[in-house]
C-alpha cells in the first residue's frame, strides 16, 4: 500500500510539473493571495484581519473609483469599482496589493526575500516584465479567465523583492 502512495504522489508530481512546462506562466488563483488576502477579498475581510490601515489613498475618475489601503510601506491593499458606484469602502473587492516585507506569504510559502527559483519550481518560470528598471515575473490564474497576474519581482541574485498583485487595469 505504501508503494502505491508513493507512485501516486511521484505521479502527481510529474503531471504538475508537466502542466508547469506546458503553461509556463500559470498558478491556481487561490495561490495568489498572501495573509489571507487575494482578488476578490472585500476591505472589510482585510481590516477584519489587519485592523484599520494607517493611510489611504482615494482615486476617483475617469469612471473608477480606486481605493488603496496602506498597512505600511512594505505593504497596502487595492479595490477598484465604478466612479458612480456608492458601495461602502468595506464591501469594495480586492483587485490587488503591494508586499515588500516577509511577514506575509503565499498559501504555498512564498514570500519576499526568498529565492524565485522557489517559485520555479513550484510554477514554472513566469513571464518576464522589465517594470521602471526592475525586473518581475507574472503569473496568471491557471483556470480562470480574470484578468489578474500575480508578479514576483527580483533583483540580481533572483531574490524576491516584492509580489505585487493586480489586474489588466
Do not use: C
Not at 77 to 87: G, I, K, L
Not at 105 to 110: K, N, Y
Not at 138 to 167: N, R
Amino acid at each position: 500500500m505504501k508503494k502505491f502512495f508513493a507512485l501516486v504522489t511521484a505521479l502527481l508530481f510529474v503531471m504538475s510539473t508537466a502542466q508547469a512546462e506546458i503553461y509556463p506562466h500559470m498558478m491556481p488563483l487561490e495561490e495568489m493571495s498572501v495573509g489571507g488576502v487575494g482578488y476578490g477579498t472585500s476591505l472589510g475581510y482585510v481590516k477584519k484581519i489587519y485592523g484599520e490601515p494607517v493611510d489611504k489613498k482615494i482615486f476617483t475618475g475617469d469612471g473608477v473609483r480606486v481605493v488603496t489601503w496602506i498597512y505600511s510601506e512594505y505593504f497596502s491593499v487595492t479595490a477598484r469599482t465604478s466612479a458612480e458606484d456608492t458601495t461602502p469602502e468595506d464591501n469594495l473587492q480586492v483587485v490587488g496589493y503591494s508586499l515588500k516585507t516577509n511577514a506575509l506569504s503565499t498559501p504555498a510559502g512564498l514570500t519576499v526575500g526568498m529565492s524565485y527559483h522557489k517559485v520555479v519550481m513550484l510554477w514554472g518560470r513566469g513571464e518576464l516584465v522589465e517594470d521602471d528598471g526592475r525586473r518581475g515575473y507574472f503569473y496568471v490564474p491557471a483556470s480562470s479567465q480574470l484578468p489578474v497576474t500575480l508578479t514576483f519581482y527580483v533583483d540580481a541574485d533572483a531574490k524576491i523583492t516584492e509580489m505585487q498583485l493586480g489586474t489588466d487595469f
